[in-house]
């Protein structure tokens, strides 16, 4: 009984060891109560917990060890913002306006530094190249000379003098990103370097959001090589029954569907289907979510929010021979252009009864309310931007993007552009 217990007090206190707090402080005019915790996989948000205000703060317990990037979402404003955790607890503060977030102050020391440290780097790629061009015109004796040449000796030294190395994450971070992302032609890696990084990485690069642009420079990397024999060398060294090839191979797929290299999307999503091994959360979320939207799939039902132009409760509501999904914004240029040639056909659309349904990707209520105005059709948005339900159950990589469903919602076409939509009821 007495080794059992010890054993059982080491693992209690092992485990309170391992939990940190995040608190949250926000003015007292700050009209959220709810918040969500993210955590990070990959490119993928994962939700944590849900916390609500407590005479406006938020306390998130964290049960186990996490260094990486975190993330706090309020979704009745659509608030958002990003920090750090290397496994101690974090401490902000809010600055708010119009129940707007204005600015945030880190109180922990890990935050401070990484706000530093990017604060720097900005300064170096935004403000030193015009210092450099002004300093041309002044002699160095003058004292607006010698002002700007010690302001271009402090931009262009190290950090400040903060020794990164005792802040895990924070070295983890920086380093690899000047190593594979920085953009110096000096610092050119090869493809065999980008593989044995990710191949050995601890498991700060999943949570690091440093995986899916590496993988994307490791594509680009291979100049004119074969893009299906430098992705078969990655996972075959990987080996996709494990959780990182696994996580690999759906941050590939949904880079090809953002590139819209629709051949390799289907390569690599087909070799996804047909794994038979266990399969990880990170793996089975993208499979659900291109299986939601493949041809000749039900498309899944949609709750409306706040429609206008209609009675309907729901997607599968509206009753008509044909439905056009758009997923749109009014902030998005492509959609500034072809949402008007839809609108010029509508009413021959109307007269094939089909009916046009707009799910918006806005923030903005006074962007999106403009806008609709101009649209006969069914319109709904959350004002959640990206953060937005749909994104994730429709596979929505871009703006816009167009489903055409039949009278069972069933998927019969996924058009490319508005002029694809036209020619299909040829219209064009």
């Known amino acids: 009984m007495k080794k059992i217990f010890t054993i059982s007090a080491l693992a209690a206190a092992f485990s309170l060891q391992a939990q940190f707090t995040v608190s949250i402080q926000a003015p007292a005019d700050f009209k959220d109560q709810d918040a969500i915790l993210y955590t990070l996989n990959g490119s993928k948000d994962i939700i944590v917990t849900k916390e609500q205000s407590k005479n406006n703060v938020w306390t998130f317990k964290y049960p186990k060890n996490y260094m990486g990037m975190m993330k706090v979402y309020f979704p009745n404003s659509n608030n ?26 880190y109180l922990d020391e890990a935050n401070d ?84 990084f990710i191949d050995k990485s601890n498991d700060m690069l999943e ?22 024999a430098s992705v078969d060398k990655l996972l075959d060294i990987l080996k996709v029954e494990t959780p990182r090839g696994q996580t690999v191979l759906s941050e590939l797929i949904d880079i090809f569907d953002v590139y819209d290299m ?22 089975a979320s993208t499979l659900k979510s291109n299986a939601n939207v493949e041809m000749g ?36 240029s492509h959609c500034e252009s072809e949402l008007p040639q839809l609108l010029a056909k509508y009413s ?9 349904v707009g799910l918006s990707l806005d923030v903005d209520k006074d962007s999106y309310s403009k806008k609709i105005a101009a649209f006969p059709w069914v ?22 993007t167009y489903f055409i469903l039949d009278a069972n919602n069933k998927i019969i076409s996924k058009p490319e552009h508005v002029g694809d939509v036209l020619e299909y009821f040829k219209l064009k």
Not at 93 to 98: G, I, P, S
Not at 137 to 147: P, S, V
Not at 379 to 400: C, F, M, Q, R
Request: charged share 25%; net charge positive.
């Open 80 to 105: 958002t913002f990003n920090f750090i955790s290397e496994n101690k607890n974090v401490s902000v503060k809010l600055e708010t306006q119009a129940n707007k977030i204005k600015d945030i102050v």
């Open 113 to 196: 530094v990484m706000s530093k440290l990017q604060e720097g780097s900005q300064k170096k790629e935004l403000i030193l190249p015009a210092l450099a061009q002004i300093k041309e015109y002044y002699k160095d004796n003058t004292e607006f000379g010698k002002a700007l040449k010690t302001e271009i000796n402090r931009l262009s030294g190290s950090s400040s003098g903060i020794d990164q190395t005792q802040h895990p994450f924070i070295y983890y971070y920086n380093t690899n990103y000047s190593k594979f992302l920085s953009g110096d032609a000096s610092k050119k890696v090869t493809q065999d370097e980008i593989i044995n």
């Open 207 to 228: 949570t690091s959001s440093l995986l899916r642009p590496i993988l994307v420079s490791y594509l680009n990397s291979g100049g004119n090589t074969n893009v299906t």
């Open 262 to 283: 629709q051949d390799f999307k289907d390569k690599y999503l087909n070799l996804a289907k047909n794994l038979k091994c266990t399969i990880t959360d990170r793996l």
């Open 297 to 332: 799939a039900v498309f899944p039902n949609y709750k409306f929010n706040s429609p206008v132009n209609t009675a309907a409760k729901s997607l599968q509501d509206i009753k008509a021979d044909k439905k056009v999904v758009i997923f749109w914004s009014s902030t998005c």
């Open 348 to 356: 021959d659309l109307k007269a094939k009864n089909v009916q046009v």
């Open 379 to 400: 319109n709904d948005s959350e004002l959640k931007g990206w953060n937005s339900t749909y994104v994730d159950t429709y596979n929505v990589h871009a703006t816009p």
